[in-house]
């Protein structure tokens, strides 16, 4: 297949896509500086009233007494786990085996903080009570990943959570919550934020994933912990002189969208049983517990990309823009359902459905 006709350019061309919040072009940062005062002032090195009134709504939001703004969620990530980790003087936290840290950032935590990962539980499934209960390391602190994206965004009952928190409080585990996708995940537990946070001991969340911000996260936990963090962040090079293109970003798309993650979660269960009803296609997990999950199909990337693209020219609906390989004969994408599913014309979308049954059948 030549570049010219690959499944991104195709994707690219066509007039309605199912995933996400739209294309992240400049006029996503336009849309926020928009209506806004141009003699707003900034802050400087992180400090001002503008981000503290930003630092101090999200912490509301998540029930801490404190919270950071970063301008990378693995940057908070790893300075939570080392805050943890210099408290207990251990340099051990445990983690799933898919975790972002483990397998997208390069060994960070180990070659910056010489801290060692244990990893709990198979990597096709979710941390359980038992993992953590019979974990023979000592570790500082805990991080469970909520939801779990590298397995399609699989969650363990709330129930779980309580029980491994309770545990954790026991035995001076500090918990902390990977909540890159914190927000996507209210829906289906039916709690709020600050419930889910009340869990743990810290709390990073994401504001480019399903809220579709430019980028940034929050760090949040006690005054003393997020004291701790400041430092860290300037060690890092976090403090960049002003941060205002991220946060006010953040603020903008927090409130237009925080009120659809119910409406995306709808739209995720939907758009799974139509790819359920497809042959030689499953999703993962079957019934979503967020906006978002994994579709595998019993073809190879190759015949895949073919298929999706031949899709996108023939009928103006993109499906997604790349596939992965899962195993010579298998692949897969991941589905991250956000404001453009709800535009996508309903009986256009079922013709595609039946579409992607028709070419995987005659493959």
Request: aromatic share 10%; charged share 25%.
């Amino acid at each position: 297949m030549s570049d010219k006709n690959s499944l991104l350019d195709a994707f690219k061309q066509t007039k309605y896509q199912v995933n996400g919040h739209g294309a992240r072009n400049v006029q996503v940062l336009k849309e926020v500086f928009n209506d806004l005062d141009g003699q707003l002032e900034s802050e400087m090195y992180g400090k001002g009233k503008i981000i503290e009134d930003f630092e101090e709504k999200m912490a509301a939001f998540l029930g801490k007494e404190s919270a950071v703004f970063f301008p990378s969620g693995t940057m908070a990530q790893q300075i939570a786990l080392r805050i943890w980790c210099d408290q207990k003087g251990i340099r051990k936290v445990a983690y799933h085996p898919l975790s972002h840290l483990e397998i997208h950032e390069e060994d960070g935590l180990k070659e910056l903080h010489q801290i060692e990962s244990i990893l709990l539980a198979d990597k096709n499934r979710v941390i359980e009570f038992e993992d953590v209960a019979g974990m023979e390391e000592e570790v500082a602190c805990l991080l469970l990943e909520l939801p779990q994206r590298e397995i399609g965004g699989q969650l363990p009952a709330y129930k779980t959570l309580e029980a491994i928190a309770a545990y954790c409080k026991e035995k001076g585990i500090k918990l902390h919550l990977d909540g890159a996708r914190l927000f996507e995940i209210l829906p289906f537990y039916e709690k709020s934020a600050a419930d889910i946070c009340s869990l743990f001991d810290s709390v990073y969340i994401s504001f480019y994933k399903g809220i579709g911000g430019i980028a940034g996260a929050i760090l949040a936990g006690d005054q003393a912990f997020t004291e701790k963090s400041k430092v860290w962040k300037r060690r890092h090079g976090g403090d960049l002189i002003s941060l205002y293109p991220y946060f006010l970003s953040a603020d903008y798309y927090f409130e237009k969208r925080i009120g659809k993650m119910k409406q995306y979660h709808e739209g995720a269960k939907e758009l799974a049983q139509f790819y359920n009803q497809c042959y030689a296609v499953s999703t993962k997990p079957q019934v979503p517990v967020s906006n978002m999950f994994h579709v595998h199909f019993d073809a190879p990337k190759v015949e895949m990309d073919l298929i999706l693209t031949e899709i996108c020219q023939e009928s103006g609906i993109g499906l997604s823009s790349n596939v992965r390989e899962a195993t010579n004969s298998t692949s897969y994408f991941e589905v991250s359902v956000g404001d453009l599913y709800a535009n996508l014309p309903h009986k256009q979308l079922i013709e595609v459905f039946k579409l992607l049954d028709e070419k995987i059948k005659k493959r």
